[in-house]
Every structure is written in C-alpha cells, then in structure tokens.
C-alpha cells in the first residue's frame, strides 16, 4: 500500500526567506508525485507533479519540488515566500503504473508566512 | 484547462434529510470519479470511486448505503447523503482524472461542497 507522511503540521516563515514543505513517501515501483495548495474553504488546486526525468520540477506560482529517490522524498520549496502563500499544502502519491488512479494524501502542512 | 464543478458549494439541511451533491467534467469525459472527504484542517480521506455504468467503489467504513453515488454519464457523478446527521457535516470534494497517455493523467478537482447538518 502506498503512504505518504508531512512530517510538520504547521510551518511558519518570514515574507522574503526561502521556504520549504516536507514531504516523504512510499509506493511500490516508481512513484508518481504531486503537491496541491488548498485556500479556506476551496477545493485543491494543482502546484506541480514528478513523473520522471529531471528530479527538480518546476511548478505554478514559483513553487519547485526536489525528487529524492533514496530519501524517498519530495520537499516543495521557494527561493521567496509571500503572504499570499499562506495555504494547506498537500503531497500526494500514487504508482506509476497500474490500475490505480486514485492518489493518496499526506496529511497536510499548514503554510503561514508572516509580513 | 479542465475544469471540474460541484454543487452546490454550500448546503445546510436538518437531521434525518437527504442532500445530493454534483459532480461534473466540464470539459472532458470522466469515465471515473472520486469522492473525498475533509474535516477541517485535516486531510482528504478517499470515500468511494464513481465508474460510469457501473457500482461504485467504496473505501473500507464508508456506508455505502448512506453515500449514494450514481454515475449517470461521462460528465455527471452524484453524492446523495441519506438520513443525514450532525456527524456528517464536512467538506466534500470530489476529482476527475483526465488520461494524458497510457500511464499519466492529469486529476483535478471541484472546488468542494461544505455541507452543514442541524
């Protein structure tokens, strides 16, 4: 079965600092990742994703996502955080191959980014 | 880009009523759906897959005969609450999957019906 762990409930950072979001998992056979920003009371909105080739994705909004294969990671990141970034950020994951289509979802980190 | 909408965005209805929520592709065909649930500040919990032409699929705990789904085409999924209750106020999401190829596919999602049970 495939998992995914946010390791951090809430990450606050400074207006202008770099930030990043933790994000780990595990899947059998290549993994096919994604990262989701949700706004209060709105649905999910699509950052970015890895299928294969290069390990760093770029993604909307500035947002880029490092793939780590031996750390099973997949941390998003930002060279400059802006108020407008404080959001619910959500990793998910699912196979690359199979049957499957539905994606499981980490927990959830809660981005606050202070002015 | 795809678009997927849900309605209606909020709900209120008393205990013991039923609530249906929609679900469409506005764009593309959607042969599939899914269903997810969030309690606030909390992650999406997969409820149930929507198939078009057939049963949906349902997540271990999810009563299936309280969360009705009927996938009635390629672009409609609905989510009848039965016999409602406080404990079933949440935040309902569903998503679409749309193929890009044999092994990709893009999955958007609807912008979430919060449904609110007195």
């Known amino acids: 079965a495939q998992s995914v762990a946010q390791p951090e409930d809430q990450v606050n950072v400074a207006e202008g600092n770099p930030l990043t979001v933790k994000c780990t998992y595990s899947?059998?056979?290549?993994?096919?990742l994604f990262w989701y920003v949700q706004y209060p009371n709105r649905g999910l909105q699509f950052l970015l994703k890895?299928?294969?080739?290069?390990?760093l994705v770029k993604g909307s909004y500035g947002f880029e996502a490092e793939f780590n294969k031996s750390q099973t990671s997949f941390h998003l990141k930002k060279p400059s955080a802006l108020v407008s970034d404080s959001a619910l950020y959500f990793c998910?994951?699912?196979?690359?191959?199979?049957?499957?289509?539905?994606?499981?979802f980490g927990s959830g980190t809660q981005l606050t980014v202070l002015p | 880009g795809a678009v997927v909408s849900q309605h209606p965005s909020r709900v209120i209805c008393k205990s013991g009523t039923s609530v249906k929520i929609e679900c469409r592709s506005l764009?593309?065909?959607?042969?599939?759906m899914f269903w997810y649930r969030q309690f606030p500040k909390q992650s999406l919990m997969l409820m149930a897959t929507?198939?078009?032409?057939?049963?949906?699929?349902?997540e271990q705990g999810v009563e299936k005969d309280k969360f009705l789904i009927n996938h009635a085409s390629l672009t409609l999924s609905t989510l009848t609450v039965t016999s409602a209750h406080p404990e079933d106020s949440s935040f309902y999401i569903c998503?679409?999957?749309?193929?890009?190829?044999?092994?990709?596919?893009?999955?958007?999602f609807g912008p979430g019906t919060r449904l609110t049970v007195t």
């Open positions: 998503s679409a999957p749309r193929s890009r190829g044999p092994t990709s596919y893009e999955q958007y």
């Open positions: 899947v059998s056979g290549n993994p096919y």
């Open positions: 890895y299928i294969t080739g290069d390990n």
């Open positions: 998910a994951v699912r196979p690359y191959s199979g049957s499957a289509r539905q994606l499981t």
């Open positions: 764009d593309f065909q959607a042969t599939t």
């Open positions: 929507s198939n078009e032409g057939s049963k949906a699929t349902y």
